[in-house]
């Protein structure tokens, strides 16, 4: 099935649609969507992306991230996402956005303004083997050190919004 992200200008108005790999190669600004969870202890969930995905492979990153579909809220794509990659349903709340544009391999641009969105959620994710290998809870202050120093283990956006994230948790 062919996937459609939502074109966006610098204020995230809608322009259009593009094919995925489309907007990613040519590197469109388009919306996109990137979902933070905390336990009770105050700590992040963080996943590795499975290796066959089409950017970032077996890099680490937040719960999850992905792009609303032409026609579909962000807030609608982040609890359909989350549930599709970690098996997770929680109450979810936007708190802020950000530009972003990024070089990745295979020739691929992310640029996007990406809805920071947060959740909570006890118990243990049920991750879909196609998009996850691995993932952990995490003491955001080990977290923010583990970046520091081995940033190329982690996407472009997490590291990007990590700082943000974690003056605004909950």
């Given at each position: 099935m062919t996937e459609f992200v939502?074109?966006?200008?610098?204020?995230?108005?809608?322009?259009?649609i593009a094919e995925k790999m489309e907007a990613h190669q040519k590197g469109l600004?388009?919306?996109a969507f990137s979902v933070f969870i905390f336990n009770a202890k105050g700590e992040m969930l963080i996943h590795q992306r499975a290796l066959k995905k089409y950017h970032s492979g077996g890099k680490w990153?937040?719960?999850?991230?992905?792009?609303?579909?032409?026609?579909?809220?962000?807030?609608?794509?982040?609890?359909?996402?989350?549930n599709e990659e970690m098996g997770i349903a929680c109450l979810l709340e936007q708190?802020?956005?950000?530009?972003?544009?990024?070089?990745?391999?295979?020739?691929?641009?992310?640029?996007?303004?990406?809805?920071?969105?947060?959740?909570?959620?006890?118990?243990?994710?049920?991750?879909?083997?196609d998009e996850v290998m691995d993932f952990k809870w995490v003491n955001t202050e080990e977290l923010k050190n583990h970046v520091r120093?081995?940033?190329?283990?982690?996407?472009?956006?997490?590291?990007?919004?990590?700082?943000?994230?974690?003056?605004?948790?909950?």
């Open positions: 939502i074109t966006v200008d610098a204020n995230d108005a809608e322009t259009g600004l388009h919306r990153t937040n719960a999850c991230c992905g792009h609303p579909r032409p026609n579909e809220s962000t807030m609608h794509a982040a609890s359909r996402r989350l708190k802020f956005s950000f530009t972003y544009k990024a070089s990745l391999e295979n020739g691929l641009t992310e640029h996007e303004i990406d809805h920071v969105i947060f959740g909570k959620f006890e118990g243990t994710p049920s991750p879909n083997p120093l081995n940033g190329n283990m982690y996407t472009e956006w997490f590291k990007l919004c990590l700082e943000q994230v974690l003056e605004q948790r909950f």
